[in-house]
């Protein structure tokens, strides 16, 4: 009796070790269990160590989190790897996706058949924001100076989401300088990237100053400068602050000046999240007194430290103290590519005949602006388009004449009107236009502006030593908050130069001052805007009216 | 006798009211709801200064001025008045508004605190801009909020929505303008910083049925706005050789808030009439308290001059995190389970209430004993009365630590990098940054780590906290010397002073 009870004892228990150890694909394993899961069997849960589609199998780490030891190789092949078919349900970060889409270091929790093989997965990823500057930039490698200082290169393809402002773009916006935030998941060797994000909105350098050293300030961290010029368009002018003025250290600039302080200090600043301008970059150097500025095209660089370029025959070396921004940004001095325009700063060495740079800037990105037309309105289909019945077209200073109409389109949500008396409404652009002769600025055949402004051909070409508000101006007196004031603006013009339409040849003329109405049409680097846009140190050309002398067309690149 | 009993109740009632001590609350909510920044006032009690951006009339308007927050908790249930006086001379603008809020407040099995806003009455707000009057005629509003306490960090994460209705000009008008805000609150609350950030998407709607022709426009504003306390140490150095210290640190405290908004709104019109074109209009601007300054204790560490890890200690002695003043310290001395979370805890601090909030408790007629209850030691073999005893304590409360098992600390057993990492990410409550329990480390000797370490060890990789050595290792069973506490701690109060911040404000700002 014993015996037969001690029988189905026995057989009892082996029916249950029968029943309860699977085969799953060709690999014996321990059964395991997710947290919390300690009844139902075939579930399984841990880090993926290896996905591997092609094969059809993918193997986590153990329970704990072990097994990453070379040594635990076998074991952990033999007891955590589970294969899979075709068109198993996967879920990634609580989406449907692909078994391609599991990438080693995602969380795994997996469900096995019956008979062992993987029923349905579903994994959470774990990636790690790594936020840095985009230093400098491949075809197929990005690198990054993360925010404590360090550099980590990156494997990019051209498939990899690049996103700004939440919208997609591409690797090639990227640009080196470029504040980033890559998302990485990192397990041994692997380093998968699930997208790259661009700063919202560039945070652009805002100035590139130099002056006497007065003080460092260590308790507000700030530098207290004297006989401050900024660097513009390639030459150094003197900012409208007189006397001493003290500049900010970003917080993230942790560089110090040296103890005993002297001599000149070239600085960049950029705006700091509380909108006020800092110091991200200072070099402080002792001047040898002969400086001077140039303008000239990048051929190459040498390891030794020189800028090869195109026009000048100055050995001009650079060191880590040289400030270089490029479109904007700051960037190091070997994100500078081949037939760069550059602006350089330069003063000679005191001991040899080179030239040290202090300073290089250059604008590599030119936009194309839009295309300034005038022409007499002959129709207008409300809402939809103008016609000219025939046009001149600007080209450099000269208006080229076509005798044919053409037609152009409102397009509501771009398209402006404005008047000598303030911003026309394009919902009101009828046939009482028609007959009038107006500035058409267009984009293709899309409308951009259209100026009610006079008729002007006078050349004028200067450097901006200032701008003031027209003392005259007509300020808006319908009592309206919301409508701009109609305020006209002086621009005072050095090396200005008039252009002969006789003899066709620029003539040197005394300083100028020219009013700019506020019907003016005004472009810099491609963008239209006001005469805000213009800065003191800008070069512009303005076509103005011969009579009047009012300038109504300003561009600036 | 009678009116001596009155007397002394209702002294006893005062003195209850303002000394009980006040629960750390959620987001203080200095900066209110309307997508503004505020920074305390150095002198007026309860007063902000404070900033917003107008955008009633189509064109932005920065009114500033002042806020005054004040806040009853009674029994869990916050009454909030917010009175904004603000103007703006330049743009001939001014600003009233008075809000009550209630907020209730519930506190969870797992310790998270949710919360509940909605507005006690209907708010009073008239805004003027060049002669013409706003009058706010309609109002909603709903928040909430959650607060997950941890051990040296409180986080939160809300969300609100407001809409506002605005009468235009005086007497009988149809013309309105509605103002509907939704925003996602993201802060943190602990000792060596806090922050607040908001973003908040506005939308903004006028109908005006009087103009001739009648017209609707509408424009919309992201607006993110954040207020942070911060901490610096900077060394300052003696010019006089001959003076008895060297040079020392100096603590910096200070208040700033950012207000970054992007615009987009029709442009009008020689007319006033909307135009459909957007003019797109961005601005930054910011409040900032003036800088607090304290010295620290210069300690008597002479015998490190030059030594690597010589700044660390330097503050951390200053700071009166390690303990004594220095001069016995000893850099490759081991540490013992005990003085690490002495010193620990010293690190941590205490999370900051929130100075705004009176608390009202109702007073019990029941007597409390008078009794000393004896102090029961949550640990066997730690005593009340032993060296850190306190520390040890609020450590095993806070979760920091749950000791060495069996019911024991172990408190003179030298303490190990894993067991200090376990507590360190513990305290920020950070474990669920890489698969949890099971993290698979970066480290090269990732499978001795023991498994109750590794999701830290992974975690404060991630966070920076800990480096690997040059063979890529943890070294998981390496004691802690006071040299590498020292760095540890250092790191801790820098990633929360420093880092933190950068991703509740800079990268929100950013991104």
């Given at each position: 009796?014993?015996?037969?009870?001690?029988?189905?004892l026995?057989?009892?228990i082996?029916?249950?070790?029968?029943?309860?150890?699977?085969?799953?694909?060709?690999?014996?394993f321990a059964?395991?269990?997710?947290?919390?899961?300690?009844?139902e069997g075939?579930l399984f849960?841990?880090?993926?160590?290896?996905?591997?589609p092609?094969?059809?199998y993918?193997?986590?780490?153990?329970e704990?989190?072990?097994g990453?030891?070379?040594?635990a190789?076998?074991?952990?092949?033999?007891?955590?790897?589970y294969?899979y078919?075709?068109?198993?349900?996967?879920?990634?970060?609580?989406?449907?996706?692909g078994?391609?889409?599991i990438?080693?270091g995602?969380?795994?929790?997996?469900?096995?058949d019956k008979?062992g093989?993987i029923?349905?997965?579903?994994?959470?990823?774990?990636?790690?924001s790594?936020?840095g500057?985009?230093y400098?930039?491949?075809?197929?490698?990005?690198?990054?100076?993360?925010?404590?200082?360090t550099?980590?290169?990156?494997t990019?393809s051209?498939t990899?989401?690049?996103?700004?402002n939440?919208?997609?773009?591409t690797?090639?916006?990227?640009?080196?300088?470029?504040?980033i935030?890559v998302?990485?998941q990192?397990?041994g060797?692997?380093?998968d990237i699930?997208?790259?994000?661009?700063?919202?909105?560039?945070?652009?350098?805002?100035g590139?100053y130099?002056?006497?050293?007065?003080?460092?300030?260590?308790?507000?961290t700030?530098?207290?400068?004297?006989g401050?010029?900024?660097?513009?368009?390639?030459?150094?002018e003197?900012?409208?602050?007189i006397?001493?003025?003290?500049?900010r250290?970003?917080?993230?600039y942790?560089?110090?000046?040296?103890?005993r302080l002297?001599g000149t200090?070239?600085f960049?600043?950029?705006k700091?999240y509380?909108?006020?301008?800092s110091?991200?970059?200072a070099?402080?150097r002792?001047t040898?007194?002969?400086?001077k500025?140039t303008?000239?095209?990048?051929?190459?660089?040498?390891?030794?430290?020189?800028l090869e370029?195109e026009?000048t025959?100055?050995?001009?070396s650079?060191d880590k103290n040289?400030?270089?921004?490029k479109?904007g940004?700051?960037?190091?001095?070997?994100?500078?590519?081949?037939?760069?325009?550059?602006?350089?700063?330069?003063?000679?060495?005191?001991y040899?005949?080179?030239f040290?740079?202090n300073?290089?800037?250059?604008e590599?990105?030119?936009?194309n602006?839009p295309?300034?037309?005038?022409?007499?309105i002959?129709?207008?289909?409300?809402?939809?388009s103008?016609?000219v019945?025939?046009?001149?077209?600007l080209?450099?200073?000269?208006?080229?004449?076509?005798n044919?109409?053409k037609?152009?389109?409102?397009?509501l949500?771009v398209s402006?009107?404005?008047?000598?008396?303030?911003?026309?409404?394009m919902r009101?652009?009828?046939?009482?236009y028609?007959?009038?002769?107006v500035y058409?600025v267009a984009?293709?055949?899309?409308?951009?502006l259209i100026?009610?402004?006079?008729?002007v051909?006078?050349p004028v070409t200067g450097?901006?030593?200032?701008?003031a508000?027209?003392?005259?101006?007509?300020?808006d007196?319908?009592?309206?908050?919301?409508t701009?004031a109609?305020t006209?603006s002086?621009?005072?013009?050095t090396e200005?130069?008039i252009?002969?339409?006789?003899?066709?040849?620029?003539e040197?003329?005394?300083?100028l001052?020219i009013?700019?109405p506020?019907?003016?049409?005004?472009?810099?680097?491609?963008?239209?805007?006001?005469?805000?846009?213009?800065?003191?140190?800008?070069?512009?050309r303005?076509i103005?009216?011969?009579?009047?002398?009012?300038?109504?067309i300003?561009?600036c690149? | 006798m009678?009116?001596?009993?009155?007397k002394l109740?209702?002294?006893?009632?005062?003195?209850?009211?303002t000394?009980?001590?006040l629960?750390?609350?959620?987001?203080?909510g200095?900066m209110?709801?309307?997508?503004?920044i505020?920074v305390?006032?150095?002198?007026e009690k309860?007063e902000?200064?404070?900033?917003?951006?107008?955008?009633?009339t189509?064109?932005?308007?920065?009114?500033?001025?002042?806020?005054?927050?004040?806040?009853?908790?009674k029994?869990?249930?916050?009454t909030?008045?917010y009175?904004?006086?603000l103007?703006?001379t330049?743009?001939?603008?001014t600003?009233?508004?008075?809000?009550?809020?209630?907020?209730?407040r519930?506190?969870?099995?797992?310790?998270q605190?949710?919360?509940?806003?909605r507005?006690?009455?209907?708010?009073?707000?008239?805004?003027?801009?060049?002669?013409?009057t706003?009058?706010?005629?309609?109002?909603?509003?709903?928040q909430?909020m959650i607060?997950?306490?941890?051990?040296a960090?409180?986080y939160?994460?809300?969300e609100?929505?407001e809409?506002?209705?605005y009468?235009?000009?005086?007497?009988?008008?149809?013309?309105?303008?509605t103002?509907?805000?939704?925003?996602?609150?993201?802060?943190?609350?602990?000792?060596?910083?806090?922050t607040e950030t908001?973003r908040v998407?506005?939308?903004?709607?006028?109908?005006?049925?009087?103009?001739?022709?009648p017209?609707?426009?509408?424009?919309a504003?992201e607006?993110?706005?954040?207020?942070?306390?911060?901490y610096?140490?900077?060394y300052a150095e003696?010019?006089?050789?001959?003076?008895?210290?060297?040079g020392?640190?100096?603590?910096?405290?200070?208040m700033?808030?950012?207000?970054?908004y992007?615009?987009?709104?029709?442009?009008?019109?020689?007319?006033?009439?909307p135009?459909?074109v957007?003019?797109?209009?961005k601005d930054t601007?910011s409040?900032?308290?003036?800088?607090e300054?304290s010295?620290?204790?210069?300690?008597d560490i002479k015998?490190?001059?030059?030594y690597w890890?010589?700044?660390?200690?330097?503050?951390?002695?200053?700071?009166?995190?390690?303990?004594?003043?220095g001069?016995?310290?000893k850099v490759?001395k081991?540490l013992?389970?005990?003085e690490?979370?002495?010193i620990l805890?010293?690190?941590?601090?205490?999370?900051p209430?929130d100075?705004?909030?009176r608390t009202?408790?109702t007073?019990?007629?029941r007597?409390?004993s008078?009794?000393?209850?004896?102090?029961i030691?949550?640990?066997k073999?730690v005593e009340?009365?032993?060296?850190y005893?306190e520390?040890?304590?609020?450590a095993?409360?806070k979760?920091?630590?749950s000791?060495s098992g069996?019911g024991?600390?172990?408190?003179n057993?030298y303490?190990t990098n894993?067991?200090a990492?376990?507590m360190?990410?513990?305290?920020?409550?950070?474990?669920?940054?890489?698969?949890?329990?099971a993290a698979a480390?970066p480290?090269?000797d990732?499978?001795?780590i023991p498994?109750?370490?590794?999701?830290?060890?992974?975690?404060?990789?991630?966070?920076?906290?800990i480096e690997?050595?040059y063979?890529?290792?943890?070294?998981p069973?390496?004691r802690?010397?006071n040299?590498n506490?020292?760095?540890?701690i250092?790191?801790?109060i820098n990633?929360?002073?420093n880092?933190?911040?950068?991703?509740?404000?800079?990268?929100?700002?950013d991104?």
């Amino acid at each position: 009796m014993r015996s037969k009870k001690a029988t189905i004892l026995f057989v009892l228990i082996l029916t249950i070790v029968i029943s309860s150890s699977h085969i799953p694909g060709n690999y014996i394993f321990a059964e395991t269990y997710a947290p919390g899961q300690t009844e139902e069997g075939g579930l399984f849960s841990g880090v993926v160590k290896e996905n591997n589609p092609t094969l059809g199998y993918i193997t986590l780490y153990f329970e704990d989190g072990s097994g990453a030891d070379p040594n635990a190789t076998d074991r952990l092949i033999s007891l955590r790897s589970y294969t899979y078919g075709y068109d198993i349900p996967v879920l990634r970060d609580g989406y449907e996706a692909g078994v391609d889409d599991i990438k080693p270091g995602d969380m795994a929790f997996i469900k096995l058949d019956k008979d062992g093989y993987i029923e349905k997965i579903s994994v959470k990823s774990y990636y790690e924001s790594v936020y840095g500057t985009a230093y400098l930039k491949g075809a197929t490698w990005l690198v990054l100076k993360k925010d404590d200082g360090t550099f980590v290169s990156y494997t990019i393809s051209n498939t990899l989401p690049v996103y700004k402002n939440n919208r997609p773009c591409t690797i090639s916006d990227i640009l080196v300088g470029d504040r980033i935030r890559v998302l990485v998941q990192k397990n041994g060797l692997n380093v998968d990237i699930a997208g790259i994000d661009i700063e919202k909105q560039t945070r652009p350098v805002t100035g590139i100053y130099r002056g006497k050293i007065e003080f460092f300030d260590s308790i507000n961290t700030s530098i207290a400068v004297s006989g401050v010029q900024e660097f513009i368009n390639g030459r150094w002018e003197y900012t409208p602050g007189i006397g001493i003025q003290s500049f900010r250290y970003s917080s993230d600039y942790k560089e110090r000046p040296p103890k005993r302080l002297g001599g000149t200090v070239y600085f960049a600043t950029k705006k700091a999240y509380d909108g006020i301008d800092s110091i991200v970059t200072a070099s402080f150097r002792t001047t040898s007194g002969y400086e001077k500025t140039t303008r000239d095209n990048l051929l190459s660089m040498t390891d030794g430290g020189i800028l090869e370029l195109e026009h000048t025959s100055d050995i001009i070396s650079f060191d880590k103290n040289t400030i270089a921004v490029k479109d904007g940004r700051l960037v190091d001095i070997s994100a500078l590519s081949t037939l760069d325009p550059l602006k350089i700063s330069m003063e000679k060495s005191l001991y040899d005949n080179k030239f040290i740079a202090n300073v290089i800037v250059s604008e590599s990105v030119v936009k194309n602006g839009p295309v300034i037309y005038r022409g007499r309105i002959k129709n207008v289909d409300p809402l939809k388009s103008i016609t000219v019945e025939s046009f001149v077209e600007l080209e450099g200073v000269s208006w080229k004449f076509t005798n044919t109409p053409k037609t152009f389109d409102i397009d509501l949500s771009v398209s402006r009107l404005i008047e000598a008396d303030g911003v026309g409404n394009m919902r009101s652009l009828d046939s009482a236009y028609v007959n009038r002769s107006v500035y058409i600025v267009a984009e293709g055949s899309k409308i951009l502006l259209i100026s009610t402004a006079p008729y002007v051909d006078e050349p004028v070409t200067g450097r901006v030593a200032g701008i003031a508000a027209d003392n005259d101006e007509n300020n808006d007196e319908n009592g309206n908050d919301n409508t701009e004031a109609v305020t006209s603006s002086v621009l005072r013009l050095t090396e200005t130069k008039i252009y002969d339409n006789e003899s066709y040849v620029w003539e040197e003329s005394p300083n100028l001052s020219i009013t700019i109405p506020f019907n003016s049409i005004v472009i810099k680097n491609g963008q239209i805007g006001t005469i805000s846009l213009i800065k003191a140190g800008d070069e512009i050309r303005i076509i103005r009216h011969s009579q009047s002398g009012e300038g109504i067309i300003i561009l600036c690149q | 006798m009678r009116r001596r009993i009155i007397k002394l109740l209702a002294i006893i009632l005062t003195i209850i009211i303002t000394a009980a001590p006040l629960n750390a609350l959620a987001v203080e909510g200095t900066m209110g709801y309307s997508g503004g920044i505020s920074v305390v006032d150095p002198i007026e009690k309860s007063e902000y200064q404070y900033s917003e951006m107008c955008f009633l009339t189509g064109v932005p308007i920065k009114l500033t001025g002042t806020l005054t927050i004040k806040k009853t908790d009674k029994n869990d249930v916050v009454t909030s008045t917010y009175t904004y006086r603000l103007s703006n001379t330049e743009a001939n603008a001014t600003l009233n508004r008075v809000v009550i809020f209630t907020t209730t407040r519930e506190t969870k099995a797992n310790g998270q605190i949710t919360e509940s806003t909605r507005l006690s009455r209907l708010p009073t707000e008239v805004i003027n801009v060049g002669g013409t009057t706003y009058r706010l005629i309609e109002s909603g509003f709903t928040q909430s909020m959650i607060t997950d306490p941890k051990a040296a960090i409180n986080y939160h994460t809300g969300e609100f929505s407001e809409r506002k209705v605005y009468a235009i000009g005086t007497g009988a008008t149809r013309d309105t303008v509605t103002v509907t805000l939704s925003g996602r609150t993201y802060a943190y609350d602990q000792y060596w910083s806090s922050t607040e950030t908001q973003r908040v998407n506005m939308m903004v709607e006028a109908d005006l049925r009087n103009a001739n022709p009648p017209v609707k426009w509408g424009g919309a504003a992201e607006i993110v706005v954040s207020s942070a306390t911060l901490y610096q140490i900077n060394y300052a150095e003696n010019e006089p050789t001959h003076i008895s210290f060297d040079g020392g640190y100096v603590k910096k405290r200070w208040m700033e808030s950012t207000l970054d908004y992007t615009a987009r709104f029709p442009e009008f019109d020689k007319n006033g009439l909307p135009t459909d074109v957007l003019k797109t209009y961005k601005d930054t601007q910011s409040l900032g308290t003036q800088m607090e300054l304290s010295r620290l204790m210069v300690p008597d560490i002479k015998h490190l001059n030059g030594y690597w890890a010589e700044e660390p200690i330097s503050i951390l002695f200053g700071l009166e995190i390690l303990p004594g003043t220095g001069e016995n310290f000893k850099v490759g001395k081991y540490l013992t389970r005990r003085e690490f979370v002495g010193i620990l805890m010293n690190a941590l601090k205490d999370i900051p209430a929130d100075p705004d909030v009176r608390t009202a408790t109702t007073a019990n007629s029941r007597r409390s004993s008078s009794k000393n209850v004896p102090e029961i030691s949550p640990f066997k073999d730690v005593e009340p009365g032993d060296l850190y005893y306190e520390e040890i304590k609020k450590a095993y409360q806070k979760g920091i630590t749950s000791g060495s098992g069996n019911g024991n600390f172990g408190p003179n057993a030298y303490i190990t990098n894993a067991e200090a990492i376990k507590m360190i990410v513990s305290a920020l409550g950070l474990e669920n940054l890489a698969p949890y329990p099971a993290a698979a480390t970066p480290f090269t000797d990732n499978d001795i780590i023991p498994a109750y370490a590794r999701n830290a060890a992974s975690v404060a990789a991630i966070l920076g906290i800990i480096e690997p050595d040059y063979m890529g290792r943890f070294n998981p069973s390496n004691r802690l010397t006071n040299e590498n506490a020292a760095n540890l701690i250092f790191d801790i109060i820098n990633y929360m002073g420093n880092e933190l911040i950068k991703d509740y404000r800079d990268r929100i700002i950013d991104f």
